[in-house]
């Protein structure tokens, strides 16, 4: 008889396991899989958001966000942005099985080398002890020849693929642009031989079948956990509302003993499930760093603030909230040359139906955005240009060389981004200008801000206060400034190409003045939080290297938290490898090592 997917019941759970998963989400389902391997282990996965699956909810162009109906998303607000024309931010996150990977825009970016290289003066990590981990669960469906030996190929679960040739006419003219700027073109940007920067043809977690490969599908499939339902418990609709620790201040070493929950959908006060061996939290970069607070874990005084019993006085925990800002500069194009030409030609869709069902291809794949330029803005001469480097300065391994300006090329004007705050040539838009709409979508990749997560009050079940503190250095405001001004000179290229391409939503004037006024007016986040529970010694981080929290015994982290500061590129490929290290941190030494294949 077919049986659905496996999910227990709150009244159903037993009092202890062996490890207690907090969080469903990216790294929480790697997490799941691989403790759950250990057949003399049992394990409790906790999520407060739903399954949510269903056919939709795996096709890569509806599945996003922003083409979704919200039922896997969890959005609130920051609080206003002083440096942005104090707007309150949109934040949004995963809210089900997989998290943010079923909702994200399936780009698959490991990094530079040299972004792992940067974390070596927070620990022991760098790119040669983490890359065992990224080939653990990657399954690269594009491998190329000369990253044979550094990227997965059939073993992982986690699939990776490039849409293989070039959709948009206009992708030609940005890979042309910006050669003649002086930026090569890259065909694999996951390669650890890759450039330090490049206009790079990315890759995306969609399967053989064509359907998104979130860590839901691909580490906590219905087979798999039907098979493991003796040692793993997956629990879904459930809030954790604190840690459970014993010990603290006077009492002693602080421990973590398990954790409290309650169902969501009744009002059954919460329960305590008790972790013999550790609780490992996988909530998130907001949701980990507010249930620490919600523990006694963090700053003594804001605890104090609240109310809340210091367990354990750790400033660093809601500390150095860093994302990507970024600014999008739009620009119309031929209808032909859009998404948007679904939306004025309905019976494409149909084709596309076609190709999708019959033969995986097609836009349903959503191939929104193909390619993305990653740029070292030091290099830029007064033209915007990349003149002159040496190889020093094309080394992917050095930290200096990291990329600090991104610009994604992405169809707007069109159902993937009708959705958000400041990117509205909509469906009303389309018609009436009879133009697709493409938005370069200026990111910056090395942000100096840096913000908080706070409580706002004792209740789990309320956000708790998010201030990303956009915009408040110098640094970041003229970093977002020349990325703007590149954007329009990739643009005149184009345009000087032949390509007929016309702005939409720019400054209206090239003075620092303008363009800084129209960053803060209309910059947004990617959704890329991180750091907020960061891995260094106390005084600064909440995780030592072993991704244990300091001071406090059982308990580790292992989600995009802990990133000692962000990445030059987006983060849930590096959050699944920190899972599979934290997997291999709790197997201990016995338990066997990934090999390079
Ligand atoms: C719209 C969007 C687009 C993005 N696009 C990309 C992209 O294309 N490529 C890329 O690399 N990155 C992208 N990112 C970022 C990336 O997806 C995330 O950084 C990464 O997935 C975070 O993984 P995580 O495990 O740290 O957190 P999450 O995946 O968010 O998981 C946290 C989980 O914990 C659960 N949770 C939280 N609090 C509790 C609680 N109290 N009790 C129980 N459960 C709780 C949540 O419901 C969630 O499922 C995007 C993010 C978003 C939101």
């Not at 015994?553 to 290290?581: C, M, Q, W």
């Amino acid at each position: 008889m077919f049986a659905g997917y496996p999910s227990v019941d709150i009244a159903d759970l037993l009092d202890t396991y062996d490890y207690v998963v907090v969080g469903g989400g990216t790294a929480g389902c790697v997490l799941a899989n691989r403790l759950s391997r250990d057949v003399g282990a049992s394990v409790l996965l906790l999520e407060r958001g739903g399954i949510q699956d269903s056919w939709i909810s795996r096709v890569p162009l509806f599945s996003s966000h922003f083409a979704s109906d919200g039922s896997r998303s969890w959005v609130t607000k920051s609080i206003a942005q002083g440096h942005a024309d104090n707007r309150e931010m949109e934040i949004i996150g995963g809210n089900c099985l997989g998290g943010s990977s079923r909702i994200n825009a399936m780009l698959y970016t490991r990094g530079l080398p040299a972004e792992f290289n940067a974390w070596t003066k927070s620990g022991s990590w760098d790119y040669r002890s983490m890359e065992p981990h990224f080939v653990k669960s990657e399954s690269n469906l594009d491998r190329k020849l000369d990253s044979e030996k550094h990227s997965g190929t059939t073993g992982g679960e986690w699939v990776h693929r490039s849409h293989n040739h070039l959709h948009w006419v206009h992708s030609e003219h940005i890979i042309k642009a910006t050669s003649s700027m002086g930026i090569p073109y890259v065909e694999d940007p996951n390669s650890p031989f890759q450039p330090a920067h490049g206009c790079a043809k990315l890759h995306y977690s969609i399967d053989r079948r064509g359907q998104r490969c979130s860590t839901f599908a691909a580490f906590l499939p219905r087979q798999l956990a039907l098979s493991r339902t003796h040692r793993l418990h997956i629990c879904t609709n459930t809030l954790v509302c604190r840690i459970e620790l014993s010990g603290g201040s006077e009492a002693g070493a602080v421990k973590s003993e398990g954790v409290w929950v309650k169902s969501r959908n009744d009002s059954t006060p919460p329960i305590l499930i008790r972790a013999r061996r550790e609780v490992i939290m996988c909530a998130g970069p907001i949701g980990t760093p507010h249930l620490l607070l919600l523990s006694g874990i963090g700053p003594r005084d804001h605890l104090k603030d609240h109310g809340i019993a210091v367990k354990k006085d750790l400033p660093g925990v809601g500390s150095h909230l860093q994302d990507h800002l970024t600014v999008p500069v739009q620009f119309c194009v031929p209808v032909s040359d859009s998404l948007a030409k679904i939306q004025l030609r309905p019976w494409i869709i149909l084709k596309e139906l076609f190709l999708y069902l019959f033969f995986g291809l097609g836009l349903l794949l959503s191939p929104v955005l193909e390619l993305s330029v990653f740029i070292q803005s030091r290099l830029l001469d007064k033209e915007f240009n990349v003149s002159s480097y040496s190889e020093h300065d094309m080394d992917s391994s050095n930290p200096e060389n990291r990329p600090d300006i991104e610009i994604m090329p992405v169809r707007s004007g069109d159902i993937t981004y009708a959705h958000t705050d400041t990117v509205q040539i909509a469906w009303g838009e389309v018609n009436k200008h009879r133009q697709g709409g493409l938005c370069f979508f200026t990111v910056m990749l090395r942000p100096t801000s840096m913000g908080t997560i706070r409580l706002n009050s004792n209740d789990p079940a309320l956000p708790p206060a998010i201030d990303p503190n956009y915009l408040s250095t110098s640094h970041d405001i003229s970093a977002h400034r020349k990325a703007v001004r590149f954007a329009l000179r990739l643009k005149d290229r184009m345009v000087a190409q032949g390509y007929p391409v016309v702005t939409y939503s720019a400054p209206d004037f090239d003075s620092d003045q303008e363009i800084d006024a129209y960053v803060r007016s209309k910059c947004q986040s990617t959704y890329h939080y991180s750091s907020t529970c960061r891995m260094g010694p106390e005084h600064a981080g909440v995780v030592d290297e072993d991704l244990k929290v300091h001071g406090v015994e059982g308990l580790r982290i292992a989600d995009s938290s802990v990133f000692p500061e962000i990445l030059s590129t987006h983060i849930a490929a590096a959050t699944v490898a920190v899972a599979e290290k934290c997997s291999a941190l709790l197997q201990g030494p016995a338990a066997p090592e990934p090999s390079i294949v």
